[in-house]
Structures are given as C-alpha cells and as structure tokens.
C-alpha cells in the first residue's frame, strides 16, 4: 500500500472527524493522500488538520485560479479515490451527475477503472429515503464500491443504520480496493 495515491474526499457531516483518523493512517502507512473538501466539510473540520496529516494542500475552492483544473489533474493522478462521509446530499448529486463542488465535479471526472469508494454517513431516515436508496443502487450499477453503514446511535440521538462504518473497515476497503487493482 506504501506509495498508492489516494484521492480522499470528505463532505459535510460530523463523521469527518473519523476520516482524520483514516487519511491519517494512510499517510503514516507511505500513502500519498491529497484532501477534498466540500465547503461543508470544511466547517466540520479545518484545512490545517488535513494539511498536517497529509503535508499538501487541501482542494476545496474550484474557483480558485490555482486550481481551477485541479478536478482533472487530480482524478488522473490517483490510484483510488473515496469519498468519506459521503452525505445524503453527496450520494444523490453523484447519481444524478451533478457537479457543483470540488468533490462533484472531481467525480464527474474519475477514471471509472480506477476504483472508486464511497463510505456513507447521514441520519437513517435519510439512508432509508427512497432517493437515496436509488443513488446509491445507481452508483454500484456504475462500478462504485458503496460500503455499508454501520447501526448505532446518530448524532441526532436515533438510532439505527447509517452511521459512518468503523474507520478500521474503511481502511481495510481501501486496502482491498488498492490490491485489486494490481
């Protein structure tokens, strides 16, 4: 796993700060992890964490002159490519090839032989919502690797499925998604 290249992008849940926990293994593993936030995620989680946990800088303004065709440059550049938490929100933009933010847009660009994962995190009635449950059927008709949800108590105070899987399982679906693609 030392050396892969790994896309990790975060958007807007109280989950992030257990992507921190993975971007940060990954890093000390010898992965090269370059962040993407949406803006929501960022308010979750700082820049400066994710830039000290992986030494780059974080893509989140697609409108910034230095970046702006980051969104393509990035996707050919990484080995795999997950989006965790992936929100409600997030899982039905990506299924209805909307691209309006960095993590979108940057998905709309992938290079599907490349593996691509998506961990969602969100409320269960949002899981359970019909829309939902489509994108995330669309998604896995088009080769993404949607993880499960783990059951639980949600920041809300429900319980049920939709919480954001253990990030020990996380890590072990992107080491799973890295070896099959040797």
């Known amino acids: 796993m030392s050396r892969s290249k790994i896309l990790f992008s975060l958007t807007g849940s109280i989950a992030c700060y257990k992507a921190c926990q993975i971007v940060s293994r990954l890093a000390a593993d010898g992965c090269e992890v370059k ?32 970046t702006a065709l980051d969104h393509v440059d990035l996707a050919k550049w990484a080995d795999l490519s997950i989006i ?14 909307i691209g309006d933010n960095a993590v979108t847009t940057l998905f709309l660009a992938h290079d599907f032989p490349k593996p691509c994962l998506v961990a969602p995190a969100m409320n269960q009635a949002m899981w359970a919502h019909p829309a939902t449950r489509r994108a995330v059927d669309t998604l896995k008709s088009w ?26 399982r996380i890590y072990e679906a992107i080491k799973r998604g890295l070896e099959a693609r040797r």
């Open 35 to 66: 962040a993407v936030c949406t803006p929501a995620a960022l308010r979750f989680v700082g820049a400066a964490t994710l830039e000290g946990l992986t030494n780059k800088p974080v893509y989140a303004d697609m409108f910034d002159a230095k």
């Open 84 to 97: 965790c938490p992936a929100t409600a929100n997030t899982i039905n933009k990506l299924a209805a090839g």
């Open 143 to 168: 080769g993404v690797t949607v993880l499960d949800v783990d059951f639980g108590r949600q920041a809300c105070g429900d319980v049920g499925p939709g919480r954001l899987l253990d990030p020990e």
